[in-house]
T-cell receptor
Framework: NAGVMQNPRHLVRRRGQEARLRCSPMKGHSHVYWYRQLPEEGLKFMVYLQKENIIDESGMPKERFSAEFPKEGPSILRIQQVVRGDSAAYFC?????????????FGPGTRLTVT | RKEVEQDPGPFNVPEGATVAFNCTYSNSASQSFFWYRQDCRKEPKLLMSVYSSGNEDGRFTAQLNRASQYISLLIRDSKLSDSATYLCVVNSLGGTASKLTFGTGTRLQVTL
């Protein structure tokens, strides 16, 4: 059973470009979460999605960031017009249910570097 | 005040030692509690869930004190491979909301 998959593992973008990060949840999991980890800091929640629905986006910056989880295909985290401060590790996690008691399993992350 | 607070360490202990990490959380409505482990530049991996009655998994014991809003992790007979950052994680919203709040982690270095 494959775990949570993320690609690319490393992404380099120049300021002003767009970054698209992809996440495929574990088989049987329909709940996806995105977290960001800045250098030397803890993980911060960004957004929680189910198929075709955004459930909680309270951690998403108001501008330039968007996320989707279409009926078919992976979840996408999109960052438009990237700035140096967007450089971070972006982790995706999945769980079989959205209830608070269910554990979340993390993918290997995408390390975004903005030059 | 941070929602989840941990001593950042590092804790440097010799192999075979017993080490304990503590964590406090601020939201009394928190429902679920976990310890995750994160190796350098890797993803967090679930170590164990934490229950009010306390739970043990091999050399690892986790305890929860809801009255004091306090969580602990005890590692006995430390191994070199236990060296990592240990993350205290709280799910602060019950019901169908499932957002995890992470502490910044406690770094453990086990030495020969």
């Amino acid at each position: 059973n494959a775990g949570v998959m993320q690609n690319p593992r490393h992404l380099v973008r120049r300021r002003g470009q767009e970054a698209r990060l992809r996440c495929s949840p574990m088989k049987g999991h329909s709940h996806v979460y995105w977290y960001r980890q800045l250098p030397e800091e803890g993980l911060k929640f960004m957004v929680y999605l189910q198929k075709e629905n955004i459930i909680d986006e309270s951690g998403m910056p108001k501008e330039r960031f968007s996320a989707e989880f279409p009926k078919e295909g992976p979840s996408i985290l999109r960052i438009q017009q990237v700035v140096r401060g967007d450089s971070a590790a972006y982790f995706c996690a999945s769980s079989p249910r959205g209830l608070s008691s269910y554990e979340q399993y993390f993918g290997p992350g995408t390390r975004l570097t903005v030059t | 005040r941070k929602e989840v607070e941990q001593d950042p360490g590092p804790f440097n202990v010799p192999e075979g030692a017993t080490v304990a990490f503590n964590c406090t959380y601020s939201n009394s409505a928190s429902q679920s509690f976990f310890w995750y482990r994160q190796d350098c530049r890797k993803e967090p991996k679930l170590l164990m869930s934490v229950y009010s009655s306390g739970n043990e998994d091999g050399r690892f014991t986790a305890q929860l004190n809801r009255a004091s809003q306090y969580i602990s992790l005890l590692i006995r007979d430390s191994k070199l491979s236990d060296s990592a950052t240990y993350l205290c994680v709280v799910n602060s919203l019950g019901g169908t909301a499932s957002k995890l709040t992470f502490g910044t982690g406690t770094r453990l270095q086990v030495t020969l």
